[in-house]
């Protein structure tokens, strides 16, 4: 009877393709000619990879397949294993993985195989409470089995997990945390007896942040960012909106008896670059004024100027968006902030204070795109400024520099449409940062003059069906306010009529 190393290299590829990846590295010490045949073998394990995983997008050349099989292969023990001490101690590790691993799958969520199997690991409430659990909110947030990581790099990078995992968790307390707050000196009595008789969910907490003014500065751009001007991204400012927005979403959903649909109830889906798909073959084009012929040179030019910009467009800019707008009445958002003085480092109390909800659709289009590096709204670039004009650090960038995209449109509220007031113009850009990631600025234009302003950040990146999560305020910079959370996500390529005028939108 031959033996099983007498099979030719053929059939051995075959039989071992068969095999589970982590029993790769047993086959192969099982003797030296099977560790000879196993280790180094390209084409083993790019066949075992794509068997199990989404065959990355080839971007900056092959992966190393023999190495992703052994890094994955480590990601999925810790996630099957038991103990949530135990497996916080790999959270810098699960973190990169995760990330790879989204940036990597599908962009079909339903045909995703990355998705369906992180979906199904966190299934398991032991991963959520260490991976996804672990940035500085849960420290007076969540649950027993909760707690914050060690240092503000390992917060930070489960604070982004909880943002790609794209469901809050908002958990109902266990009956212990009903007196976990102690009394405040700064509350009244009445207020401290709610406070020792009801439970506090997480949204409670992610509002106080939310809605905290001492985050709005000119050093975060009044935007989800890092308090130093670098543009990097504060994924606990982040989780904290999407907990906020989500929250309130879910409300709106259950008053609307369904008429609103649930969003971001799926996990994992929407968070893949160029998840987006567009659900209408057409590209974009500007809307028809039906007093002009079809065969007008004028028009003519226009739409052909506006499929030039749009394939030149790389962040899909042009199309119908969803937005969502949530803000407390400014009394009470006042009182919030300016009632008590509390020391600069300190955080301000939970508060579960009913929150106001806009939704609006917003058609968009793209009306000019600058190279890279093009200034900001607010700012110009200065002769022998070596960053490209806008006063970035840019050494550290890794990938390709991506143009700025300006565009306009309209936004249309879909409560109050009558109202003159509930509808705007809007104006904006989107751009890279220094890390790479996708920055959206808005205005909301009203009667010819600016109001809001609007700083976000795409959650998964380039073309993300997740859509952008940030914050909204005054054009002005009011340290007064208002102020609060947004996000807007896009639902088609279609563009919906201008209903205020038969201008193009594009040349308004």
């Known amino acids: 009877m031959s033996s099983l190393l007498e099979l030719s290299h053929e059939?051995?590829?075959?039989?071992?393709?068969?095999?589970?990846?982590?029993?790769?590295?047993?086959?192969?010490?099982?003797?030296?000619?099977?560790?000879?045949y196993v280790k180094g073998n390209r084409l083993l394990h790019k066949d075992l990879y794509v068997r199990r995983y989404d065959e990355p997008r080839i971007g900056d050349g092959e992966p190393d397949w023999e190495e992703e099989i052994q890094k994955l292969v480590k990601l999925e023990k810790i996630l099957e294993g038991e103990g949530r001490d135990?497996?916080?101690?790999?959270?810098?590790?699960?973190?990169?993985?995760i990330n790879r691993m989204i940036d990597t799958a599908s962009t079909d969520h339903e045909a995703s195989r990355n998705l369906q199997m992180l979906s199904d690991y966190f299934n398991d409430t032991s991963n959520i409470d260490a991976f996804l659990c672990a940035s500085s909110l849960f420290e007076r947030a969540g649950s027993e089995h909760q707690r914050p990581a060690s240092t503000p790099a390992l917060?930070?990078?489960?604070?982004?997990?909880?943002?790609?995992?794209?469901?809050?968790?908002?958990?109902?307390?266990?009956?212990?945390?009903?007196?976990r707050e102690r009394p405040s000196p700064r509350l009244s009595p009445s207020a401290n007896t709610r406070l020792q008789t009801r439970p506090l969910q997480t949204h409670t907490y992610a509002r106080s942040k939310v809605y905290d003014l001492r985050q709005y500065n000119d050093g975060t751009l009044w935007g989800p960012f890092t308090n130093d001007g670098s543009q990097r991204v504060d994924w606990e400012k982040v989780e904290a909106i999407m907990i906020v927005l989500g929250f309130n979403l879910n409300k709106f959903s259950e008053r609307s008896d369904g008429r609103w649909p649930r969003v971001w109830?799926?996990?994992?889906?929407?968070?893949?670059?160029?998840?987006?798909?567009?659900?209408?073959?057409t590209v974009a084009s500007p809307v028809k004024d039906e007093a002009t012929p079809a065969n007008d040179p004028a028009m003519l030019r226009i739409r052909e100027l506006a499929l030039s910009l749009d394939a030149h467009d790389p962040y899909g800019v042009s199309g119908t968006w969803m937005r969502v707008v949530c803000f407390l009445d400014y009394n009470d958002l006042y009182a919030f902030n300016f009632s008590q003085r509390i020391p600069e480092g300190d955080l301000r109390e939970p508060i579960d204070t009913e929150e106001g909800i806009i939704d609006l659709k917003e058609a968009l289009q793209v009306t000019k795109i600058e190279p890279p590096g093009s200034g900001d709204e607010d700012e110009y670039a200065e002769d022998g400024d070596e960053s490209g004009g806008d006063g970035m650090d840019w050494s550290g960038f890794v990938g390709e520099r991506l143009p700025v995209v300006h565009f306009r449109g309209n936004s249309r509220s879909l409560?109050?449409?009558w109202d003159p007031n509930a509808n705007s113009r809007i104006r904006g850009t989107v751009r890279q940062t220094p890390e790479g990631e996708i920055r959206w600025t808005t205005f909301s234009i009203f009667h010819g003059e600016e109001r809001w302003?609007?700083?976000?950040?795409?959650?998964?990146?380039?073309?993300?069906?997740?859509?952008?999560?940030g914050n909204w305020f005054d054009k002005d910079y009011d340290i007064h306010g208002p102020a609060g959370p947004t996000a807007f996500w896009k639902i088609t390529d279609e563009l919906e009529d201008d209903k205020h005028g038969n201008t193009p939108l594009a040349y308004y």
């Open 453 to 469: 302003r609007s700083e976000g950040i795409q959650v998964g990146g380039l073309r993300s069906a997740r859509g952008v999560l």
């Open 86 to 97: 135990s497996k916080s101690e790999h959270l810098q590790f699960v973190a990169e993985r």
């Open 415 to 417: 409560h109050a449409s």
């Open 155 to 179: 917060r930070q990078a489960s604070a982004k997990m909880h943002c790609l995992y794209g469901v809050p968790i908002d958990p109902i307390p266990t009956r212990s945390s009903f007196s």
């Open 265 to 281: 109830h799926k996990p994992f889906v929407g968070a893949t670059p160029g998840s987006y798909l567009s659900d209408a073959p």
């Open 11 to 36: 059939l051995l590829h075959c039989i071992f393709c068969e095999i589970e990846p982590a029993d790769l590295s047993s086959l192969s010490k099982t003797c030296r000619a099977m560790n000879s």
